[in-house]
């Protein structure tokens, strides 16, 4: 069993301290919030008014808090945790913060000679109670080993990132697609409505195409990813139906805000020479509008 | 076996006209370009010079043009079908165009005693040439019915979609998601490469949330769609993680059009009071912003 | 005085119609809402069922109408103009309709000798009764000398644009501009008042700058527009500026969506190796977006 | 004369730390950059390795950093300038950083008897050498008085923006609209010269028009600043024109994003039954999207 400095209970925090309690680990917990350390004291753990407090005799400790000042304080401020802390110890940052954050208090610790790893979460707070959140775990092999006994009481589906900094990289990927997604999918499903079609119906057609099952795994394998523009369905024409779909939109006062900016997108790759390429070379655009490199080999274009 | 007008054989008319002939279906066909008349005339097509020349006779007439206005010349203008056509046959249109145009022609040949039906079809060039279309048949009961065996030559998978008009539109909900999704999926892909992240590595995460398996059948229908409101991740926190995947993607370089505008809708949804509402709420938003009805019961939110 | 065929009397037309009467011009007046022809008509204009009837013995026919097919129609159509027209007459399309629309009826009419010309107008409904339009003439120098003691009886600015269809290209840049800009200044406008700045105090700020004295006459002259990418103001710096106040925005929930694309634009241009180039580049970065040549001579840059 | 701390020597910080020392005062200067140190202290500066050194004796501290956390730390931080600052001292933060960032160091200073205030500045670093800046003094009456004297040194035009935090707002928002204006001309500039007019010959149409004069001080002030939402121009015709133009954009292949975004504003006023008012009614349109009160008297609009 472990003694764990918890510090940050908020929505996810606290679910988590707890699981890690139930599991047989001792905590000590802190949060600028009385209310949930008292809680958390009333079922058994160790309350601290500081992080500095939290962390004497630690042999792990775990931050959750909503923004990276708010860890970077935790760790290197007054009365935080590095003031107190045994060297051996492992310190795991599960908040979502900023990859340069992250890497900034990964060397921060490192010239302290601690060791530090970024473990973000997926999923929700639903998850967080039920011990099945999703860890991607930034560490070494060593750390992530070290690290999961302890993750495994927090989630049931862990995934090694890579070294310190990856986890929060991988998070902030995800969320990205998933929350711009979702965005985007309410702007279809109110399209939907206002042509008078069922979701249902609409559903029933896009769970058989990429428009549900996304492109990663199934436009992308056979053509972009593998070099090939040649086209199954052309930036033109994809081009077309956009401009289609939001004159349509018009009509109806949907506002598309995404579709719009994807129509532009589509629109510059004809212009950059693409419009009898594959869709999938959108991908290829893409990089050459962030200046990276193409992995299409010279001449297959 | 039918007597069949087929009219436009560009990339996807020319196998679909194939197709149905290899069924022994007896084709009359017509396009402005002679190229692929005479090299269907050659496998046993009746080339015609004009779409009044190819109705002749015909029992079926199918459209699959670029435009609206050219179905619209093409059944109605000068030489058009309809200066021949029999009053019994049914005009398929199988293009895509706008529901406004496929409305306007349908009662446009209804006004002159012809049955129209909309069919578009999904997928691409290698699944027209290989019969394994999917199609979206807007047409009656009876209409599809009727259809129903030169759309089995055509495509696989055939979806009764309602009503004349219900092809044209399902079909341009489905692409308008997955055209955008193809941008959006580009933006997610480009940011991973800019931090130094292999796909493989995202996809492994991306796999297991709704970033890749959607949101349709994921996240909405126990929250949403059910008229819950209550969160498992706050709009809050999904403009808060967009947020920083755009100062990232800013440090980085790479733009971000799709995912900017987003976080702009999720900032209007906070702006609107739904901060602490569950992010599947956006939905809600975008029929608020639609001008649109809540399906949220009074009370409810 | 002239015979003047008016057709489309709405908003605009109407009061344009009544300024040719008074100026003693004959008009023949036709729209398919009866109310504004008998409006007209107790004016002392002959009220015609249909644009034949208004163009015969007309010398000009003006077209004022909402759209391009219905352009089309008057003119084209059945019982349009051009069944009457003397082929000497001239035909003014004053509507806003696209270029390529309107291209395609001045070939129409050149093949059946009619001469035509487009002259769309600028301003309000307010200024069509005052007759101080802005119009801007597409024509040749001989039918814009024909057309000019008409058109002046109409407004008050009359920019001969070049030859037919540069005056409607000529107005939609010119709208693109200002209405884009009206939303753009509503989001600043809005941004001001939850930052808790009075707008009048913000506009002594920016009547002293570009943001609102444009850029067309300040700060694009010495630089861009004369090759000079040497900055005053750095890309970098205005993509942090920007970025400065979409977060900040982010805190007061003003949604901001033009300046969000505004800033991935911006990133592009970093993208593209722009950063330490003048901001006024940024016309550069879109010549190169939309495939379009530099004016920026070699070496210069 | 004023003995003045001047920290941060980059681009605009060197030159008005310059022509401080021109019109007579004393320069304690830093900047962690040792190069513009020694060109300074080489015209008669004291060069300084530490802000707290530089502080020493001044009666004002002027900083000028890129940054919100290069500013917290010239002043807060290790060798910061509180730690040998003069209580009586005047500090004046001239930097373009978060307003946030600037309430909490007015805050942190205040908490320390230390007067703060704000000046940013506007226009270029040809405008820093010759003095000629743009400055924005956030401060009360007393600050503003105190710090006038050297802010006429650096700049010809001074603006009292109200008490300490106006500055930087007024500042951000200029910026905001000047920057992102920047980019909406170039994209009307490409548009024009993909339609093949010279820029020249829209100028002339656009300097008559709102395109060029905005909108703040012509469209607004009768209507929308007033209460007047009858139309002029309906946001119904300023949605179909700039519907028009992104349409002629796609055909020529120039990505607009910036206007598709607006195009969808104007579509979600539509939605919110404002079609039929004034295009300036986009002002109350964002004012609602932001959750912000209206200012049309009831009964009005």
Known sequence: MTV???????QMGAPMARNLMRHGHTL??????????????AEGAHGCD???????????????????????AALLGER??????DPQALVIDMSTILPTESDALC???????????????????DHAIAGTLLILAGGSEAQVARA??????????????GGPGRGIRLKLINNYMSIALNALSAEAAVLCEALGLPLDKALEVMNLTPAVRGHF?????????????????MIDLAHKDLGLALTLAGQLRVPLPMGA??????????????GRQDWSAILEQMRAAAGRPSVVPEGTQ
Chains 1, 2, 3, 4 share one sequence.
């Not at 999961?148 to 589906?157: A, E, M, N, Y």
């Not at 900016?261 to 693409?274: D, I, M, N, T």
Request: aromatic share 4%.
């Open 28 to 41: 000590r917990v802190h949060d600028l919030n009385p209310q949930p350390v008292a809680a958390l004291v």
């Open 107 to 125: 060397a921060a610790l490192a010239a302290r000679g601690i060791s530090f790893m970024d473990a973000p979460v997926g999923r929700t707070s």
């Open 148 to 161: 999961t006994p302890l993750l495994r009481c927090l989630g049931d589906t862990l995934i090694a990132a």
């Open 80 to 85: 935080g945790a590095l003031e107190t802390l």
């Open 4 to 10: 764990v400095a918890f510090i940050g209970l908020g």
């Open 50 to 72: 500081s992080p500095a407090q939290a962390a004497q005799g630690a042999e792990v400790v775990i931050t959750m808090l909503p923004t990276g000042p708010q860890v970077h």
């Open 261 to 274: 900016a994807a129509r532009e997108l589509y629109s510059q790759a004809r212009a950059q020479g693409r």
């Open 217 to 233: 795994g199934t436009t992308w394998p056979q053509r972009v990813l593998k070099g090939d523009l040649s086209p199954t369905f």
